[in-house]
């Protein structure tokens, strides 16, 4: 039955989930500029979409605030997410003040290339892309999967990571992480019965605060009306839940040998990454400070991004 109910699910409400990144009205990727009135900022919705070749793939890359210089800040995105799937308001935030770059990783949106479906070879994936860009250290900031990613990252390459911020995410091993499948399947089908984006109870609490702040967030995603990126397929979607139940089987990992500034971020109450994990991530890890937003789950850095942003721009000052 369970076999059967799976391709059911994805095939009635795969597309809800993917509505917030769905391409524009050209139907995929483009490597041109948006257009950007003369005189007019650039910034998250309107940098271009760059691409460069590593390894056999072609890696579909955005940046901003490349003039501050210092670190890079690179930014790995959560499960079934492209591009257009980061908050305009934590992308141009960080910017601000630093060199910021998201990207897609290996068969993920409008880069090329057959997904993985391990965290190891996602995380050999970005070191390729890092150091394709000539980057010889950086900040990472991983969201759920991302922070997962970033995690394999620094324990394969330390010298490459200054610090890291982890959000909504978990250590290999980590509770409920092998079940993230069950609870994206399970709010796929509250949204397709709803009508409304999967997110908004993924990332969400159901109370009052939790839906106004969800509704504001899908809001932002559409903020980039052009040079959208091409929406994730089912082959990687099904790739990256294959890595997160493998993931969340695997032994634990020594995080005490992770000695980098770490900032661990959640809400109280994270449903596809349970926020236990969050404070098992920052008791492991020997340097690292732990905020906990109330009345807030997976989505909390989006929730809360007003107070996020300063605290996340602080912790890479220090």
Known sequence: MRSLLKP?????????????????????????SPSIEQGSAINWTNVPTQTIA????????????????????????????VLDNWDPRIVDGLAAKHHVIAFDNRGIGASSGAPSNSMEQMANDAITFIKA????????????????????????QPQLVRKMILAGTGPAGGEGISGVAGVTFYDMLRGFFTAQDPKQFLFFTRTPSGIEAGKAFLARLQERSQDRD??????????QLESLRTWGHKAPADLSLVK?????????????????????????LPNSSLIIYPDSAHGAVFQFHADFVPKALEFLAR
């Open 230 to 239: 091409k929406k994730i397929t089912v082959r990687a979607f099904m790739a």
């Open 8 to 32: 059911a699910v994805l095939a009635f409400a795969l597309p809800a989930l993917l509505t917030s990144c769905a391409t524009g009205p050209n139907g995929g990727a483009k490597t041109s």
């Open 133 to 156: 860009k000539g980057f010889e250290q950086v900040d990472l900031f991983g969201f759920s999967l991302g922070g997962m990613i970033a995690q394999e990252i620094v324990l394969k």
């Open 54 to 81: 590593a390894d056999g793939v072609e890696f579909a890359y955005r940046e901003l605030g490349k003039h501050h210089g210092g670190t890079p800040v690179v930014l790995l995105v959560h499960l079934a997410a």
């Open 260 to 284: 980098h500034p770490v900032l661990v971020v959640n809400g109280d109450d994270d449903r596809m990454v349970p926020t236990k994990n969050s404070y098992d991530l920052a008791r492991r």
